[in-house]
């Protein structure tokens, strides 16, 4: 079956330290993938895409890289304030679909 | 530029009754799709829409269903409320819907059946 898997542990880490987060799927061939934040309460707020042919993408604090042999994408977030604790969720469209398949996600909470 | 509106915000309903969600896209965003959010099975899709073609559907019974105006403006119902259905319903547009495109998120509606 196909499936989109985060870490639904919470994850909590330290002021400063880097935090790395899981996203595996299978059955899946996506030619994009997305991260998005979610702040309780709130809508999801997009972050960042990586498209299949690109190992790393990067954006101020962010990496995400992207491994399609493995089927998993990793989220990282460098230099870890308290202000980055939230809920972050992967997300793939299916090939040839309009519909976005998000994973459960995973709550980081960065401790001060 | 204004973000996603979603009304009404907060909804509280009895078993049996419908209900219709209202959702703003960004201007010039001509696709909005849907998603139900719960504690227990995170996010899920439920219907997209573009140009008011109803182009993909999640795994959700018939009762729920939904509508895109020419505006882009989109609704959605569900009909006869089950406990279950008490969720954050989510819209988000995007310019095209494609794989490409960032998706933005409304604020959503909040409903609690009773």
């Given at each position: 079956?196909?499936?989109?898997?985060?870490?639904?542990e919470?994850?909590?880490?330290?002021?400063?330290?880097?935090?790395?987060?899981?996203?595996?799927?299978?059955?899946?061939?996506?030619?994009?993938?997305?991260?998005?934040?979610?702040?309780?309460?709130?809508?999801?707020?997009?972050?960042?895409?990586?498209?299949?042919?690109?190992?790393?993408?990067?954006?101020?604090?962010?990496?995400?890289?992207?491994?399609?042999?493995?089927?998993?994408?990793?989220?990282?977030i460098?230099?870890?304030?308290?202000?980055?604790?939230?809920?972050?969720?992967?997300?793939?469209?299916?090939?040839g679909?309009?519909?976005?398949?998000?994973?459960?996600?995973?709550?980081?909470?960065?401790?001060? | 530029?204004?973000?996603?509106?979603?009304?009404?915000?907060?909804?509280?309903k009895?078993?049996?009754?419908?209900?219709?969600?209202?959702?703003?896209?960004?201007?010039?965003?001509?696709?909005?799709?849907?998603?139900?959010?719960?504690?227990?099975?995170?996010?899920?899709?439920?219907?997209?829409?573009?140009?008011?073609?109803?182009?993909?559907?999640?795994?959700?019974?018939?009762?729920?269903?939904?509508?895109?105006?020419?505006?882009?403006?989109?609704?959605?119902?569900?009909?006869?409320?089950?406990?279950?259905?008490?969720?954050?319903?989510?819209?988000?547009?995007?310019?095209?819907?494609?794989?490409?495109?960032?998706?933005?998120?409304?604020?959503?509606?909040?409903?609690?059946?009773?």
């Amino acid at each position: 079956s196909q499936k989109i898997e985060q870490n639904s542990e919470a994850l909590n880490i330290q002021e400063g330290k880097t935090a790395t987060l899981t996203c595996n799927y299978t059955n899946y061939s996506p030619a994009y993938l997305q991260w998005y934040r979610q702040d309780p309460g709130r809508g999801p707020v997009f972050l960042l895409l990586i498209r299949e042919n690109e190992k790393e993408k990067r954006k101020e604090r962010l990496k995400v890289t992207f491994d399609t042999t493995l089927k998993q994408s990793l989220f990282h977030i460098t230099a870890s304030q308290p202000a980055d604790s939230a809920t972050y969720l992967c997300a793939l469209n299916p090939t040839g679909t309009y519909k976005y398949i998000f994973g459960t996600g995973t709550r980081l909470k960065v401790l001060a | 530029k204004a973000g996603v509106t979603q009304t009404p915000r907060y909804l509280i309903k009895t078993r049996g009754q419908q209900v219709t969600l209202s959702c703003s896209p960004i201007s010039g965003h001509r696709s909005v799709s849907w998603y139900q959010q719960t504690p227990g099975q995170g996010l899920q899709f439920l219907f997209e829409y573009f140009s008011e073609t109803q182009r993909n559907k999640g795994n959700f019974p018939g009762r729920f269903s939904g509508r895109q105006f020419s505006n882009s403006r989109s609704e959605m119902n569900v009909s006869t409320l089950e406990l279950g259905d008490s969720a954050l319903y989510l819209c988000a547009s995007s310019l095209t819907g494609d794989a490409y495109n960032e998706q933005f998120f409304g604020p959503g509606t909040r409903l609690t059946v009773l």
